[in-house]
Each structure stands twice: as C-alpha cells, then as structure tokens.
C-alpha cells in the first residue's frame, strides 16, 4: 500500500471506526464516553489533515488533494473538532440516552462522509457522499425533538434529497454528452473530464451544469434552494447550525467548483454569470429578510447566505483567490457566532433580538465576542471579510461593472444597517430578560476556541496588511486552479 493510499485510509477510517465503535455500544448497551471518542477522534483528523500541509499532496486514482480542497477538508477537520469540544457540556445538560449516542456517531459518520466528498476524484462518489452528510445530519437537526426542530429535520431532508436528485439529473445529462467520446466509467473522473471536456457539446455541458448547481444549491444554502438551509440553522442546536455554515456548505460549494474547473470557453462564461445572477441574487434576498427578521439565529443564517452569494460573485467575476479568501473568513466567523448563539438560546430561552441586550454588562467575555463576530461579519477591517469584499470592488471598478457593483454597495449597505443594528441592540441596550439559568456552565475550552477563530480572521486581515507574501502565494496556487484549462 502507497503511502498516498495509507493517508486516505486512515482518514476515511477514523471517523467511521468511532461511529461503528459508538453503536455497537449502543447495541449491546455497554456504556463508552462517546463524546469524548468524538473529540479524540476529531483531534487526530485535525492533525493528519493538518500534517499534508507541509507534505507533497497525496494522490490515488479514487482520492487527490489540491490546494483548495486540502483547506476545505481543513476547515471541515476544525469546524467538527471545535463541534466535538463544544457538544460536551452541551450533551452534558441535553443527555438523552440512546438518542445522544445516535447523535454523536452520526457526526462521525457524517465527517466521514464530507471527507470523502472533499477528496473524491469521481463525480458520482461525491454525489453519493454528498447525499451522505445530509442523512447523516437529519437527527442532528432534530435533536430537540421538538415541533419545529422535527419539521425542520424533515424539511432538510426532503428539499436537500430534490437538490440531490436534480444534481443526479446533471451527471445523467453529462453522461449522454460524453456517450461514445469515452468510457463512461473513466470518464466520470474529473481528471479525465478536463480532458474530454473540450469536445463535449457546449448546449448539454451548460444544460448538465445548470442542474448540478441548483442541485446542490440546497447544501451552499443560496437561491433558489435555501429555505430548508435557513430552518435547519435556526431549529437545530447551535454548534449544528455553525457546522452548516461553516464548512458543510463548502463541501456543495466544492462539489459544483470541481465541474467548474473542467468547463471551458461559452460553458465555463455561461457558469460565471449563473455564479453571478445566483450570487446578487442571495444577496438582494438576504437584505430583505434583514430588515425584518427578529431572531437572532436566523440572522446569522440568513448572513451566511449573503456570504456565499459574495462568494459566487467572487467566482464567476474571476477572482478565485478572494472568493477563498472570503470563504476563511465567512467559515471562521461563522463557527465562533454559532457558538455564541447557542450560549444565550441555552442561557435566556430565546432566540428574539428584542429580548436580549446589554450582553457586553452581563456576560463581558461572550458579549464582546459577540461584537467582534459583528464586525467581522458586516466587513470592518482588519478582519479579513474586509479585505476579500474590497478586492471584489476594487476589480469590479476596474472592469467598469458598475449596475453590478451598484447592486452590491446598495444591498450590502442594508444588510450593514440591519446586522449592525441588531448586534448593537443585544450588546448594549439596556437589559429587558433575565438569565433562565444564571449558573450554566459554558466550557472555557469552547471560549478559547472562539476567540482562536476571530484572531485567526484578524491575523489573516493583518497578515494581507502588512505583507500578504504566504497568503498571496497560497492564494495565487489556489485560483490558478480554476484558470480556463
């Protein structure tokens, strides 16, 4: 066995050994630390993707790493390291028997499922590992067991299956484009795709790819399909809601990008201006919703959908390496409010804006993390949002797109004002509700992680501040990726 071969292994095999081990356990009723297995198993995940950082990339035939899928899979490792360390006091107050043990090896199975995803060198193995992490996440989502988290659980398996059936309607449409050109097994490997591509008809090409995006628009959480992604981040419990935001999204972003990369000439134009339309598009609807929306959950979801929108316009403008950029810090960012979120949902027993302020006088440390999550969300410098929104108007400027840039500085200022607004209210109004448990326990380690990943967004705006050579060049790699091959 290649030492490429063991890596893929041992990656795979972590998190379904956990998962496997957690419900024999629950089978033959033998009681395990379960989630504490699920941060063991985190943390060496964490360290082997962490470890091909410095190592060439390993490739098989099934299974290859590049610069954008190794900080996919890097920000998938660390988002469900971060859930695992927050689950335990979390699982501590909600134990529930057989259901928390369900829960907890559903999550192994579903990194299992985001890593193969994310490594796949096969269309249809993504596609199926893809369907993986929505199966595997319904009782996640529907952990409370309660009315809207149960629909919720339903709602996202039901729209998240149609997208995935439409993205399946995609490959069928590539699959007769390519019929009696090549294999058809060999030619479902993106690596043989880049090649064969080029004498495929471009009608078929642009019609398979329109179906693969919307498919998988119910994973990024953008139109059309977003409404079951916004549901599901509200009713589940908040560390589930950051997992979705921050890097289970990604891997539908990955899945449409990997097509991306092997389309050219009109198809590959045709795909820039439906990541375009796609991503104004999420932006207009997220700042609607943003001037009314009156629980603090889904604001922070319904900004996520403004992200990936950015993201989007990032990509189909030609500015891959802002897009991923952008992509760290919205992933960051993200995980650190969801976290703080599910704090003041457990502490205060709700999810209203109104009924929560002045959180900077009563819980200081969350409060402020609060406030700098705001900021780096809404864009301030120096977090890095700041810098990856001022690249995309800087070259919007310079390529004289102005009804799109208009768009943008309009749409973006409404969803500012009401962010801003609302993060300003619940930091530093005067307090209206008292603490439902004014002695709840919220892990330190939890704390220490949150405020790793607002300075992990601010040293990366810093780092492009003063000098900007390591990102600069990592970034020049990555969206070198997605020039028209």
Same mark, same amino acid.
């Given at each position: 066995m290649s030492e490429a071969e063991i890596f893929y292994v041992t990656l795979f095999a972590l998190p379904l050994l956990a998962g496997i081990l957690i419900y024999l356990a629950l089978f033959f009723k033998i009681r395990i630390p379960h989630q504490y297995m699920l941060s063991v198993m985190t943390v060496l995940h964490l360290a082997l993707v962490m470890s091909i950082w410095s190592r060439p990339f390993p490739e098989t035939h099934w299974f290859r790493l590049d610069e954008v899928s190794l900080l996919f899979l890097t920000i998938l490792s660390f988002a469900f390291f971060a859930v695992a360390l927050f689950s335990i006091d979390f699982l501590r107050q909600f134990e529930r028997g057989s259901q928390t043990k369900i829960?907890? $090896?559903?999550?192994?199975?579903? /990194?299992?499922?985001?890593?193969?995803? /994310?490594?796949?060198?096969? @269309? =249809?193995?993504?596609?199926?590992?893809?369907?993986?992490?929505?199966?595997t996440l319904v009782t996640a989502i529907g952990y409370y067991r309660q009315e809207d988290s149960l629909e919720g659980a339903w709602k996202y398996l039901f729209i998240c299956s149609v997208g995935i059936a439409l993205a399946f309607v995609g490959i069928l449409l590539l699959a007769l484009a390519i019929a009696g050109?090549?294999?058809? +097994?060999?030619?479902?490997?993106?690596?043989? @795709? +880049?090649?064969?591509?080029?004498?495929?008809?471009?009608?078929?090409?642009?019609?398979?790819?329109?179906?693969?995006?919307?498919?998988?628009?119910? *994973?990024? =959480?953008?139109?059309?399909?977003?409404?079951?992604?916004?549901?599901? *981040?509200?009713?589940?419990?908040? +560390?589930?809601?950051?997992?979705?935001? %921050? %890097?289970?999204?990604?891997? =539908? /972003?990955? $899945?449409? @990008? *990997?097509?991306?990369?092997?389309?050219?000439?009109?198809? &590959?134009?045709? $795909?820039?201006?439906?990541?375009?339309?796609?991503?104004?598009? %999420?932006?207009?609807?997220?700042? $609607?919703?943003?001037? &009314?929306?009156?629980?603090?959950k889904r604001m922070l979801a319904y900004s996520s959908m403004e992200h990936y929108g950015l993201i989007l316009i990032c990509f189909g403008s030609g500015i891959p390496a802002t897009a991923i950029l952008h992509v760290v810090g919205h992933s960051l960012t993200k995980l650190s409010l969801f976290f703080t979120a599910g704090f003041f949902v457990r502490k205060y027993a709700t999810k209203n804006i109104a009924d929560l302020s002045g959180l900077c006088a009563r819980e200081p440390v969350l409060g402020w993390l609060w406030m700098a999550g705001c900021a780096s969300s809404i864009g301030l410098p120096p977090f890095s949002i700041f810098f990856s929104e001022f690249q995309l108007f800087h070259h919007l400027v310079l390529e004289k797109n102005w009804i799109l840039l208009i768009l943008l500085l309009v749409f973006m200022t409404v969803i500012l004002k009401g962010m801003a607004g609302n993060f300003f209210s619940m930091s530093w109004g005067i307090p209206v509700k008292a603490a439902r448990l004014p002695l709840f326990y919220y892990g330190k380690l939890t704390v220490l992680l949150q405020i790793l990943c607002l300075i992990g967004v601010l040293l990366l705006g810093f780092q492009i501040l003063v000098s900007g050579v390591f990102v600069e060049n990592f970034l020049t790699r990555a969206g070198a990726l997605f020039s028209n091959l």
């Open positions: 829960f907890v $090896a559903n999550l192994c199975f579903s /990194l299992l499922c985001g890593s193969v995803a /994310l490594t796949s060198n096969h @269309l =249809g193995l993504t596609w199926v590992f893809i369907e993986g992490t929505t199966l050109k090549m294999e058809l +097994q060999d030619a479902m490997f993106y690596t043989s @795709l +880049q090649h064969i591509a080029p004498q495929l008809p471009t009608f078929w090409l642009k019609i398979s790819f329109t179906f693969l995006f919307v498919g998988y628009s119910t *994973k990024i =959480g953008v139109i059309p399909f977003y409404s079951a992604d916004i549901d599901a *981040k509200d009713v589940a419990p908040a +560390q589930i809601g950051g997992l979705i935001s %921050s %890097s289970l999204g990604l891997i =539908g /972003l990955f $899945a449409v @990008l *990997k097509y991306y990369q092997v389309l050219v000439d009109d198809s &590959r134009l045709f $795909a820039s201006h439906l990541f375009i339309l796609t991503g104004i598009a %999420s932006v207009i609807l997220a700042a $609607a919703y943003m001037l &009314r929306v009156q629980n603090y």
